[in-house]
């Protein structure tokens, strides 16, 4: 073989061993859509199994024989890196699943739950469990209270039938830790949240599960309809499970019975592999033995041949995956560069911008990395090279697919669109260290820092003003630009003020472009903020310019009132619901923020307006909704004949949940 290729493999062999890499691991499943996954990515035990289009985890006749008890467990089937043995790095994970807690054909009672778990991966099974029902099939008798060794789990139970023993209530949402009895919970059947948005109040449900490597933390969020629910626990992983996890979900029950249907999944994970420590330069390094050379034995004739042909199959296998790692980059570079617009940087102009991402620098974090303040050179020739202040966006890991989703949405979508009232994108980076975004620099920050701040205070007039920028935002995606944009994260921590406190709507990583009058589309995930996102896009999956209205109403009443979409205290808050109720009893202007009612009629017709608007836009059917057109004249219209008569009777309706034969996908997400 000649010198030259030898040198280069020896050279390329050097550098696979010598960089930092990552492990990822991403999937989403769409159980509608699939054959049996059973069978190809997820290994299904005990009663589980796949039935049409949901994966049953439970026994689904009620008068087979073994419906007694009945246990199943389902996990993906390849073994998650969780963390690193060499380097003792941890890795971060999010994922997103529906599901649905249903009552058995013919039954009238409840139990025992379900359970997304972590815990040791084996090739034949996973989790040690001869006992169904209250213990989810997660532990058995022997280790249910204190679970040791290669049992070890760490699992979010969405529990509904109470034992006594170990329960705080007969439907809750916990975090457990090799126990079942939960290290803490949230209950989902309080009086507040009435009996229509509980377990088993038979919506489709939706929760985002993640671990930060950092702060240790576990939460877990959980959506029914527009209630919400969040616990959360600070767990180091890597004292309770093996370095390869399994990551799936169990079920249980006993006497009594439910079905417990997994309707979508995905999940998303990077584990930074750093270098490992090079050996002590005065550390002794064993001889390397001295190769016998014979020429004419029958081992040195096979390797004449073996070597230049493995040789040259490893080279052309190298070529191939540098040339389809370097496809992508060059067809997104290309369709990033053409044409006016943002601007390519490399990694050090914005690693200098920001003093190498000094800590000081950091505005704030986001679902997929960090955004920094920095100074770069200004695009426009006329300003002489002037240094003008920026944003700048680094993803947290190239390797997250996710992250790489959110990157490319956001460059293909965002340089393309040009409006007063949209953040506007200077540039990008997508090199080996990172994927950058760089944008202007907003000075007055996020919506939410004024609205939920007693440092700074917004009055009505200012209040106002940004829910008119919002609106012609939003109009230009949806009606005015050549293809409809549907934004899919609406919300107060993407909407940025400038100087004069005009609008400036960002974060365009979950938008999609959809054909102006087609079909709205079908997502692979549910993905999007809790508390903003449609209920509708979680029992259907499809995502359109209806979920984009429903989160910009969640916005008007947050603006108007002041008030989070959602509470984790006890008893559990839900802004739509209390001003739904103070409009049926007449009301609604007792909504607003106390420190917007200074007794100006004029303001308070517009505040009564904006939450009766923000309540239309969160209509529960979504056909009934209006268009931000539409929105918008009601908003500023004195004519009390444009607002709709809202119908009490609408909020005491239960939306019919989908047979989920149709149309589902992947499953949320998200930061």
């Known amino acids: 073989m000649p010198a030259a290729t030898s040198s280069f493999l020896f050279g390329l062999a050097l550098l696979c061993l010598d960089f930092p890499c990552a492990t990822s691991l991403s999937f989403s499943l769409d159980f509608s859509k699939t054959g049996d996954p059973c069978r190809q990515e997820l290994v299904c035990k005990g009663d589980a199994s796949f039935s049409n289009t949901m994966i049953e985890l439970t026994n689904t006749d009620p008068a ?96 509904t039938l109470r034992n006594n ?148 199959s490893l080279l052309a296998t190298v070529c191939l995956l540098l040339w389809l790692w370097w496809k992508p980059k060059k067809t997104v570079e290309r369709d990033f560069e053409m044409g006016i617009g943002p601007r390519r940087y490399t990694y050090r102009q914005l690693a200098a911008a920001t003093d190498n991402f000094a800590a000081r620098n950091k505005l704030g974090d986001g679902g997929f990395g960090s955004v920094y303040k920095g100074r770069l050179p200004s695009n ?55 994927l950058l975004l760089v944008y202007e620099l907003v000075p007055e920050g996020s919506l939410d820092e004024h609205i939920h701040s007693n440092d700074t205070f917004l009055t009505w007039p200012q209040r106002y003003k940004i829910i008119l920028g919002l609106a012609s935002a939003l109009h230009y995606l949806h009606m005015d630009w050549e293809q409809c944009v549907v934004h899919g994260d609406i919300k107060p921590r993407n909407i940025m003020l400038d100087s004069s406190y005009n609008t400036k709507l960002g974060d365009f990583g979950l938008a999609r472009l959809i054909d102006h009058g087609t079909s709205p589309q079908t997502t692979g995930l549910v993905q999007g903020t809790v508390g903003y996102i449609d209920p509708e896009f979680v029992n259907t999956f499809q995502r359109s310019t209806h979920s984009d209205i429903y989160s910009f109403g969640i916005v008007l009443l947050e603006i108007v009132s002041g008030r989070l979409p959602a509470s984790r205290q006890e008893p559990p808050f839900t802004l739509l619901r209390w001003v739904r109720g103070l409009y049926c009893q007449g009301l609604t202007l007792d909504a607003a923020d106390t420190r917007l009612r200074t007794g100006d009629d004029g303001d308070d017709r517009q505040m009564v307006r904006a939450l009766v608007v923000g309540l239309w836009c969160a209509h529960p059917d979504p056909t009934q909704r209006p268009s931000v057109a539409q929105a918008m004249n009601a908003v500023q219209s004195d004519d009390a004949a444009v607002l709709p008569a809202l119908s009490p009777q609408m909020y005491m309706q239960l939306v019919a949940p989908p047979s989920f034969a149709l149309d589902e996908n992947g499953t949320p997400g998200s930061s």
């Open 380 to 434: 426009d020739a006329d300003d002489g090279g002037r240094q003008q202040p920026v944003a700048i966006k680094r993803f947290s890991s190239e390797s997250s697919s996710q992250g790489r989703k959110e990157f490319e949405a956001e460059v293909r979508i965002i340089s393309r669109l040009r409006h007063r009232n949209l953040v506007q994108l200077l540039g990008w980076c997508d090199s080996s260290k990172g």
């Open 64 to 159: 087979a024989v073994t419906a007694m008890i009945s246990q199943g467990r389902v996990w993906y089937a390849k073994p998650v890196p969780l963390w690193n043995a060499i380097t003792g790095e941890v890795a971060s994970f999010t994922t997103t699943f529906s599901f649905k807690i249903a009552r058995m054909p013919g039954g009238t009672d409840w139990g025992d739950g379900m359970a997304f778990f972590l815990a040791r991966y084996s090739s034949d099974g996973v989790l040690d469990s001869n006992y169904g029902g209250g213990l989810l099939g997660l532990f058995n008798n022997a280790n249910h209270l204190k679970a040791t060794g290669d049992s070890q789990v760490v699992a979010v139970e969405f529990d």
């Open 165 to 312: 023993e170990w329960d705080i209530s007969s439907q809750h949402v916990g975090i457990d830790v090799n126990s079942i009895k939960s290290v803490v919970h949230k209950n989902t059947s309080s009086p507040e949240m009435m009996s229509s948005k509980n377990l088993t109040s038979g919506f489709p449900m939706m929760a985002t599960v993640r671990y930060d490597n950092v702060t240790k933390l576990l939460a877990a969020d959980l959506q029914i309809d527009d209630a919400f629910y969040r616990v959360d626990a600070t767990i180091d992983l890597k004292e309770i499970l093996h370095e390869e996890m399994a990551v799936g979900f169990s079920a249980g029950t006993a006497v009594k019975k439910e079905l417990h249907q997994v309707l979508s999944w995905s999940f998303d994970s990077t584990l930074e592999e750093k270098a490992a420590p090079s050996p002590s330069p005065m550390g002794k390094q064993p001889p390397v033995p001295a190769m016998p050379i014979n020429t004419k034995s029958k081992t040195s004739k096979i390797l004449h041949v073996l070597i230049p042909v493995a040789s040259a």
